[in-house]
């Protein structure tokens, strides 16, 4: 069974440019959450699609939106990037749900996105 | 609310002797808790789960993490570190409603030979 799949696993923008990044869940698994990670801040967690829907959502700025589409697949975009945009920018999916959006707790990964923001 | 307090963000050990990685976790309820490990450029994965069975729980690669309630602790450990253990490790809670995940901040594992 593939695993989480996320592109491009590395990229470099300019500040102001905006990004898209893209991620494969693994096969019937429809939650996809996201996760901004750095050396200062550790893991954050951006937000969490199920079934197409934003089902929560970090402390994140405007900036940061993201979308699921029919086949479970996520993207998140970045608009106007800034320097503190770098990041590693992490996918997972997981399990079918428990029941009324009860989780498992169980995530699967992928390798992340580097982002560099020049 | 929920939170998950890793007690080292650094810990070094010679490659043979034992792990003790310390997380404690703060929740209304006793709460289902992971832990995770990320290599370098690399996803998470996950290493093991409690989920209110057994207190003492063993994952891949040697791990097992024992649930005390009375301490509020998941404590992760190993009887012989390997150099392939050097990686960074999260610990993780997931609340009672099964709706959010909290993730402690790291304690990144170093291996000398």
């Known amino acids: 069974k593939a695993g989480v799949t996320q592109t491009p696993r590395y990229l470099i923008k300019t500040r102001g440019q905006q990004v898209t990044l893209s991620c494969s869940p693994i096969?019937?698994?429809?939650?996809v959450s996201w996760y901004q990670q750095t050396p200062g801040q550790g893991l954050q967690f951006l937000f969490e699609?199920?079934?197409?829907?934003?089902?929560n959502k970090g402390n994140f700025p405007g900036r940061f939106s993201g979308r699921q589409f029919s086949n479970s697949r996520s993207e998140m975009n970045v608009s106007t990037l800034e320097l503190g945009d770098s990041a590693l920018y992490l996918c997972?999916?997981?399990?079918?749900?428990?029941?009324?959006?009860?989780?498992?707790?169980?995530?699967?990964f992928g390798e992340g996105s580097r982002l560099t923001v020049l | 609310a929920q939170s998950v307090t890793q007690l080292d963000s650094h810990v070094s050990v010679s490659e043979g002797t034992p792990v003790l990685l310390r997380c404690n976790y703060s929740?209304?309820?006793?709460?289902?808790l992971f832990w995770y490990v990320q290599h370098p450029n690399k996803g998470l994965q996950l290493l093991l789960k409690?989920?209110?069975?057994?207190?003492l729980v063993k994952g891949i690669n040697g791990f097992e993490a024992e649930f005390k309630k009375s301490e509020t602790s998941f404590h992760l450990t190993k009887p012989s570190a390997h150099m392939s253990d050097a990686a960074e490790y999260f610990c993780?809670?997931?609340?009672?409603?099964?709706?959010?995940?909290?993730f402690g901040k790291g304690t990144m594992l170093l291996v000398s030979p």
């Open positions: 997972a999916s997981s399990l079918p749900e428990l029941g009324q959006g009860r989780k498992t707790g169980e995530l699967f």
């Open positions: 096969s019937g698994h429809r939650s």
């Open positions: 699609y199920f079934s197409e829907t934003q089902r």
């Open positions: 929740s209304s309820y006793s709460p289902s």
């Open positions: 409690y989920t209110s069975a057994a207190t």
């Open positions: 993780v809670a997931v609340n009672s409603g099964y709706s959010t995940l909290t």
